[in-house]
């Protein structure tokens, strides 16, 4: 009762516009008609049960963050050995604080920040939630390892497929897994759905239509069709390697496709500036990536104003593009070379 109370008093020194919004973000239909101390209740009653819930989805950035604020901001309101803790997990995570990995904690209302009459900003915590997060650290801790890593293959795997099943995904997890003790976590189709729909909730790196894991570049209505180019074709099998490359890039730029055309561009700059050359190569390689055909990859060239200086670099030029039209990762092939599929 005494916690209620708490998270109460602290809600109620919110303007009720932000009520509103903490409100929204768990998905409770609240509007101005409330009064503001109705809406300061309703959410009391269930901050406390969805933040012991959503410690179960927590990425690394949401465990730095909220143990970041502890630290700095109210370390000498909790047991030493606690924030000793704490702290050497931010030192081996080598951790800098930075609030844009606090959105989530900040939209849900885990984490409030006070403007006073002079403008300064502090940020407030709950005291009840706190005193959970740290009485259960261990266990935080292990959830945010197994769902970082799951975040980070799903990432990959959207930038290799563009589109893929929860059973491919459960695949490359029980293959690589067992190169990891702590990555035999047992992911069901049921618990995969719930995290990408839980995923979704932030800024999507991927969406799930109830049947695929979608990269969200690719709109609802693109979906079909690409479906349809994809057809019965199997998946590729990524190496482990390739999976931690594709974790933060769309395209593997350490690929002979790729150096071939960095190589060509840095002989044949076409008239334009390095910085211009290291942004056609990108742009030509996303382009190669979803299939697009000579003639856009002509268009890119003229809406960045590259000339070919004759017929002889033009001609090399065509040749380049062949090769690495044929040995770039496509999402129409789910993740594989026209040449593999064709050898």
């Not at 409330?34 to 012991?52: D, G, P, S, Y």
């Not at 409030?112 to 997060?133: A, C, G, Q, W």
């Not at 590729?236 to 071939?260: C, F, R």
Request: glycine share 4%.
């Amino acid at each position: 009762m005494e916690d209620m109370k708490t998270i109460t008093l602290n809600l109620q020194l919110l303007k009720k516009e932000q009520l509103i919004n903490i409100a929204k973000a768990h998905q409770i239909n609240i509007s101005n008609k409330h009064a503001k101390k109705e809406i300061a209740e309703t959410l009391t009653e269930i901050l406390f049960a969805n933040f012991m819930i959503d410690t179960h989805f927590f990425l690394l950035t949401d465990l730095f963050f909220y143990a970041s604020v502890i630290v700095n901001y109210f370390k000498d309101w909790y047991n030493k050995e606690k924030i000793d803790l704490l702290q050497d997990l931010l030192q081996n995570g080598k951790y800098t604080i930075d609030h844009e990995d606090g959105q989530m904690l900040f939209d849900k209302g885990y984490l409030v920040l006070l403007t006073d009459k002079n403008k300064e900003e502090r940020i407030m915590m709950h005291s009840p939630l706190t005193e959970y997060f740290l009485n259960n650290i261990f266990e935080i801790v292990e959830h945010c390892l197994i769902k970082d890593k799951t975040n980070d293959y799903l990432i990959a795997l959207a930038n290799i497929y563009g589109c893929f099943s929860i059973e491919q995904f459960l695949k490359i997890w029980g293959l690589y897994g067992k190169e990891d003790d702590w990555m035999k976590f047992q992911w069901t189709d049921e618990k995969i759905a719930e995290f990408c729909t839980r995923m979704q909730e932030r800024e999507p790196h991927y969406w799930y239509n109830g049947q695929y894991i979608i990269h969200p570049m690719i709109k609802e209505e693109e979906l079909d069709e690409l479906l349809e180019q994809t057809g019965n074709k199997p998946y590729y099998m990524p190496t482990h390697s390739e999976i931690q490359v594709y974790t933060d890039n769309l395209i593997d730029k350490s690929t002979k496709a790729y150096q071939k055309m960095a190589s060509y561009f840095k002989k044949h700059k076409g008239g334009l500036k390095p910085q211009a050359i290291r942004d056609l190569t990108s742009t030509i390689a996303q382009a190669l990536k979803f299939n697009s055909k000579p003639d856009d990859i002509m268009k890119i060239l003229n809406s960045m104003d590259y000339k070919f200086k004759n017929e002889k670099d033009r001609e090399a030029f065509n040749e380049m593009i062949d090769y690495c039209s044929n040995n770039t990762r496509k999402w129409v092939h789910r993740g594989a070379t026209t040449k593999e599929l064709l050898a």
